[in-house]
């Protein structure tokens, strides 16, 4: 690592979009660290992206797991001192195919805020001290269009209640820590990386993960003139 390279960390990143936004981030000089819940499939992730030439490491990381959220952002601070970016990429989506509201159960609701709201939460939290740090820190939280109520009025999208819920809080949630920020040097955006082929959606989407990332590189390496508190997708800025 160079004493001018860029530290980031990528939660859900041992595959789909997170693996390969690492992989793009990590073709730009950025040191990546990956994010996984399982520490074998991280580590298998990171020597693959080693082999490409990359600065990456594995980084056990359960974001519905408090103390382990909690060490590593130890691991952060000890090797690297700061962080300068963070993608929250990591999320679940249990309704598959897609269910209307009054078919959601409760341990559904749960399980999705559980990790798509409450970890996203638990994760900046834990990793903001350390993004302060940074000259020019960027948070990129992971959304979709389905957290838009101006998009899913009258859409023909089939509903996925828990899911859009869920991305809807991480729009609020992006708004709030932006305003939190504003006079510092921390970026907080969320983006939609469209509809790719991934796990959530049992590989059906249309877009690949590689199609999928780039948004989420973009912001993450976004200029000083750049914005904050805002949804973007390849398109450009969408309203809230």
């Not at 709201?117 to 834990?126: K, P, S």
């Not at 790719?196 to 200029?223: F, H, K, M, Q, Y």
């Amino acid at each position: 690592m160079t004493a001018t390279a860029k530290i980031a960390l990528i939660t859900g990143a041992n595959k789909g979009i997170g693996y390969q936004a690492a992989r793009r981030l990590g073709a730009q000089g950025v040191v990546v660290l990956l994010g996984a819940r399982d520490p074998a499939r991280g580590e298998a992730a990171a020597k693959t992206l080693r082999e490409e030439g990359a600065d990456a490491h594995a980084v056990p990381l359960d974001v519905t797991d408090a103390a382990g959220v909690a060490a590593a952002a130890r691991y952060v601070d000890e090797r690297y001192g700061r962080l300068d970016i963070l993608v929250n990429n990591a999320g679940i989506n249990v309704e598959w195919p897609a269910g209307a509201p009054s078919e959601l159960t409760r341990e559904a609701l749960w399980a999705t805020l559980e990790t798509n709201v409450a970890g996203l939460v638990e994760v900046t939290n834990a990793l903001l001290p350390l993004i302060r740090r940074s000259p020019a820190g960027r948070i990129v939280n992971v959304s979709s269009e389905m957290g838009l109520p101006a998009w899913l009025d009258g859409s023909e999208m089939p509903a996925m209640t828990a899911y859009s819920v869920s991305k809807a809080a991480v729009n609020m949630l992006t708004v709030l820590y932006a305003n939190e920020l504003r006079g510092t040097a921390v970026k907080v955006n969320a983006c939609s990386p469209g509809f790719v082929a991934t796990d959530i959606n049992w590989g059906v989407g249309e877009r690949t993960a590689e199609e999928g990332a780039e948004i989420e590189v973009r912001l993450a390496t976004l200029g000083a003139d750049g914005p904050t508190g805002r949804f973007l997708n390849d398109a450009g800025t969408v309203a809230w």
